[in-house]
T-cell receptor
């Protein structure tokens, strides 16, 4: 069964450093998303991406964050200068024409120290 | 964000019995509702969904009921199996953006 692949599974970074979280969505999907879950809290929407541009973003997704689809297969989330409160599980998801059929990756656990 | 609420953080049920998970929402613009299952160290896995124009959708052991007037939906799992032990998230979609509930941890006892 097709799956969304995220790397790395766990990333530890120092406060103030830049991190790039990587995702390989399902190959024929058109819509891409990032969500995050801070420990003990809800899964929260960050951003959606379609046709090489952001289609919607939440208030969490401030100037520190950016997304990119650098080639035909990868979808990345960059956090420019990490803060302690950015520590969370970050989930990538993708969907096809039936847009409600989200498939989530297994997540990247980001720990900012 | 309190648009989607799952008021029961946990549920324990005996194997073979029915599990009923509840979810309430406040945003009347939600047009699609989904249930996801999550195991530790994995991403949410889609279970079942329902459009806002329907009141019931069934898929095998899983049935989702939607009561729009009460802004309430529920997931029934029958019969419950040990492999159903996981965290279950209710999610609601507005313009394809999902808002999640806090989750209910289901434990199925042998």
């Amino acid at each position: 069964e097709p799956e969304v692949t995220q790397t790395p599974s766990h990333q530890v970074t120092q406060m103030g450093q830049e991190v790039i979280l990587r995702c390989v969505p399902i190959s024929n999907h058109l819509y891409f998303y990032w969500y995050r879950q801070i420990l003990g809290q809800k899964v929260e929407f960050l951003v959606s991406f379609y046709n090489n541009e952001i289609s919607e973003k939440s208030e969490i997704f401030d100037d520190q964050f950016s997304v990119e689809r650098p080639d035909g297969s990868n979808f990345t989330l960059k956090i420019r200068s990490t803060k302690l409160e950015d520590s969370a599980m970050y989930f990538c998801a993708s969907s096809g024409e039936g847009r409600y059929g989200y498939t989530f990756g297994s997540g990247t656990r980001l720990t900012v120290v | 964000d309190q648009q989607v609420k799952q008021n029961s953080p946990s549920l324990s049920v005996q194997e073979g019995r029915i599990s009923i998970l509840n979810c309430d929402y406040t945003n009347s613009m939600f047009d699609y509702f989904l249930w996801y299952k999550k195991y530790p160290a994995e991403g949410p896995t889609f279970l079942i969904s329902i459009s806002s124009i329907k009141d019931k959708n069934e898929d095998g052991r899983f049935t989702v009921f939607l009561n729009k007037s009460a802004k309430h939906l529920s997931l029934h799992i029958v019969p419950s199996q040990p492999g159903d032990s996981a965290v279950y998230f209710c999610a609601a979609s507005e313009n394809y953006k999902l808002s999640f509930g806090a989750g209910t941890t289901v434990t199925v006892r042998a």
